[in-house]
Structures are given as C-alpha cells and as structure tokens.
C-alpha cells in the first residue's frame, strides 16, 4: 500500500459520494438511537459536551446573529423606504417583503452562520480524531464513535437554530421599524401589520422549521467530511472547507427545492 492509499479518505473512491450518503444515514439513525435511549433512561447524555456544543453554536455566536439581524433590518427598512418613495402601495410592499425576510432570508442566513460556527467546528474535531487515530481508540472502547461526536452537537445546533430564528425573526423587524418610523414615517404598528397578515399559522410553522432541517444537513455533512478526513493531517483543514461549501450549498439547494415543490 503506497504513502497516498494511506491516506486517502474512506469516501474517496468512484462510489464515494453513495458511501457518503449512506454513512450519513447510519450518523442520523446512530443519533436518534442515542436521544430515544436518553427518553427511555437507558443512556445519558454527555452534558460538558452538550454544553459546550451549546456554547459552541450558541452563545459564541449570539453576537453575529444579532449584528446580522440589526443589519438585515436596517438594510430591509432602507429598501422599503426606497420603493415607497417611487409608488404608493406601503402596504403591499410591507406584505411582499416582510413574508420574503421571515421565509427565506433569516432562515438562511441563521443557517450560514450556524455552518460556519458549529458545522466547521464539529468537522475538525471529528477529523482531528480520525488523523490522530483516537477513533480507533474510541471504538477499542466500545464507544460510538458518531453517537460520542455529534449526538451532543446536534441536539445543541436544533436548539439554538430555533432560538436564533426566533431571536433574528424579532431584532429584524425592531430594528426595520425603527428605521422606517424614524425615516419614512411609517408607524411600526403597520409594519407588524404586515407581519400579521403575512404570516399564517402553517407559513409560520415553516420558518421554524426550515432551520431545524438545515441544522440536521450541516451536522450530518461535518460528521461526513470529519470522519473521512483520512489519515493525513491536510484532511483536517479540507474537512472543514468541505464542510462550510458543502452546507451553505445544501441549504440553498434545499430552500430552492422546497420552493419549486410548492409550484408543482
């Protein structure tokens, strides 16, 4: 076996990309057996690595979600101001692009962020196992290799997925309130007028979602890309480049998909 066999990737081969989809239903299945063994008190879960995975794709995050968000407010108050000044139809603009921010954007960017931040960090720690070896290790022990890495950190990325939405969703529209009150005199009242009647319950249901999903795609792509990192300590650093390309690609790719069902 030569120098660059050894360090190929297990997903490296012609099939390689149907051996990534299969070993990332054997991660999901591996994580869901972990959570239903939690519910039936049959395993516990690992809590310094649940919160730090918390802290990982929550709390270290928190500060960009909400710059973005008052960004992405701002930004948004800005281009309405602009539209109404060219016609007079407030409230139909408000309508279009209140439902356009709540179903796309902010789910999107919340997802971007959490790859960034939780997706990459997953990736190299699971690729810095599998380089040092410590895998192996981990299974010498009769541990769950996958369950051990990304049961925690997937629980912790739906969770704050959630709240980031949540918590983006609010601090965009504040802040494109204050924006259009302040500079188009527009009452904040009509904007979350708009909000109102652009949302129903099921679309509302949707946004919330919408994350979790994505959160799920990016944690199953790091544990894809981490655990075939190789045995070469270059894997570490493609791992997490794969990882990021590959989840803001999937999310796009998934919103745009779900979007096209809609029109069949």
Known sequence: ??????????FSGPTGWIEEIGFAAVALASCLALYMKI?????RLDMPAFSASLRQAGISILPAITLVSV??????????????AQIDLPGLVLLTLTYATVMELVPILVG????????VALAVRQATLTVTGEMDG???????????TAGPVLLAMLLMSFAFVVWSTVITFVAAGAWLWGMAGISPALLFES???????GALVEALVKPLLFALLIALIATVNGTGAG?????????????MIGAVSAILVTDLLYILSLRV
Not at 1 to 10: A, I, K, S, T
């Open 39 to 43: 519910l039936l008190g049959r395993a």
């Open 231 to 243: 045995r070469n300590p270059e894997g570490i650093s493609r791992a997490a480049t794969r990882t």
């Open 112 to 119: 971007i962020l959490v790859a960034g931040r939780a997706g």
């Open 71 to 84: 960004s992405l407010g701002l930004i948004l108050g800005h281009q309405i101001e602009a539209v109404l």
């Open 138 to 148: 981990l299974l010498a022990s009769g541990i769950h290799p996958v369950q051990f």
């Open 1 to 10: 076996m030569g120098v660059d066999d050894r360090h190929r990737g297990p």
């Open 195 to 201: 909000l109102s009647r652009a949302l129903s319950v």
